[in-house]
């Protein structure tokens, strides 16, 4: 046995460009623009009909493989003998079944499928607590280790950020990443869906069991749901980081897992939510950041508050970025954006703003609402 026959995988581009009306200061005008892409894809196991989801084409196999081994369908890819892609009879212009064939029969696993669907799509789901223990009946806690550096941890949003061509194109794509111990980067996927990309990781990771088996750290560019954390229990993967927030249930989970769990990696800050005996040099990088006299420090305490200027630049494209969206950028960041104003260029400091506030906060700028006008007597 081996890694699963993959027939007809759809190579879709994750961006389309599309026509548009910009408005920007100076005036209204026609446009183009990178879009991302997205496509419904419908998977069906052993001829039965299981779920469509709705995601970003590419990494499809990937994308099923990882939803299968979150679900405890497999265990290892070779519990997958075919993925074959084919045309929908309505939507003839995508290749956009998958008819995955198992290895073994369906049998009682096919109404826990079509349970975990119907829980998946209501309004209220498991609660808390039971979601919890359902998975602890079922999926192993994590076992103690690795120790891992907190500068090294601190440097992994650049490295996503560097891996992700979709978002720069279009600023509406999310990613995962996987890491090794030390950091060391192993492979990124982007999507429509944080969850749909952290699937493509973890499909790749049980096609690439060499490579795969050093993976140690998971990061998402945006939120750490319940899910999230949940995929990376199934995948026995220690360390689940975010750039913005955790929710309750994930950090519960994360506790009750034995796992690390780190949000609003930002810069060089992070939040520990649980897990935090991994982490190992916390107190020598709070020391680093809090250094009064180092170059960086002093860098950011003059970028620490909004500038005027920038406030003006942010009127003449009429967007607004609160002061805890701003402090959530880097140094660097912020500096480029002042530099922008400097040099007066709207729009490329509108695209910026725009990509690096969603890749540190999850979220757009918000759009400036115009001032109502003072009637005249």
């Keep these: 046995m081996g890694d699963p026959t993959i027939v007809r995988e759809p190579h879709g581009a994750p961006a389309a460009s599309l026509e548009l009306v910009r408005a920007r200061a100076g005036g209204v005008s026609r446009s183009t623009d990178d879009i991302a892409v997205e496509e419904p894809l419908e998977i069906r196991l052993n001829g039965w009909r299981w779920l469509v989801t709705m995601r970003t084409p590419g990494n499809d196999a990937d994308l099923i493989l990882g939803l299968l081994a979150s679900e405890t369908v497999i265990a290892k890819a070779d519990d997958v003998e075919s993925i074959l892609f084919r045309r929908h009879p309505d939507e003839p212009d995508l290749a956009n079944v998958a008819d995955v064939q198992l290895r073994q029969p369906l049998g009682d696993l096919q109404q826990r499928l079509a349970r975990n669907q119907t829980l998946a799509s209501s309004s209220c789901g498991l609660c808390g607590a039971s979601a919890i223990e359902a998975i602890r009946h079922r999926t192993a806690s994590i076992p103690p280790g690795p120790a891992i550096a907190a500068t090294a941890i601190a440097a992994l949003p650049d490295q996503l950020h560097r891996a992700q061509p979709g978002f ?15 950091g060391g980067f192993l492979v990124a996927r982007e999507d429509i869906g944080r969850h749909n990309a952290t699937d493509k990781v973890l499909g790749w990771r049980l096609r690439n069991e060499r490579t795969g088996a050093a993976a140690s750290i998971l990061l998402v560019s945006g939120r750490a749901s319940f899910e999230i954390v949940q995929k990376a229990l199934g995948a026995s993967i220690p360390l689940v980081t975010a750039v913005s927030a955790p929710s309750t249930l994930a950090v519960e989970l994360a506790q009750a897992s034995n796992m ?41 305490a003059a970028v620490e508050l909004i500038p005027r200027a920038m406030r003006s630049m942010l009127d003449a494209v009429a967007l607004k970025v609160s002061l805890t969206d701003w402090q959530a950028l880097t140094v660097g960041e912020r500096t480029r954006l002042l530099a922008l104003v400097a040099e007066n260029g709207p729009e490329e400091f509108a695209r910026y703003l725009h990509d690096r506030t969603v890749a540190r906060t999850g979220r757009a700028p918000r759009p400036l609402r115009p001032r109502p006008e003072t009637p005249t007597s």
């Design 260 to 300: 690390t769990l780190v949000g609003f990696l930002r810069g060089r800050s992070m939040n520990v939510y649980a897990g935090s005996e991994r982490v190992t040099d916390l107190e020598q990088l709070g020391a680093s950041l809090a250094e009064p006299d180092s170059d960086a420090a002093l860098a950011a």
């Design 168 to 182: 720069q194109a279009t600023g509406g794509l999310h990613a995962a990443a996987l890491f090794d111990t030390s």
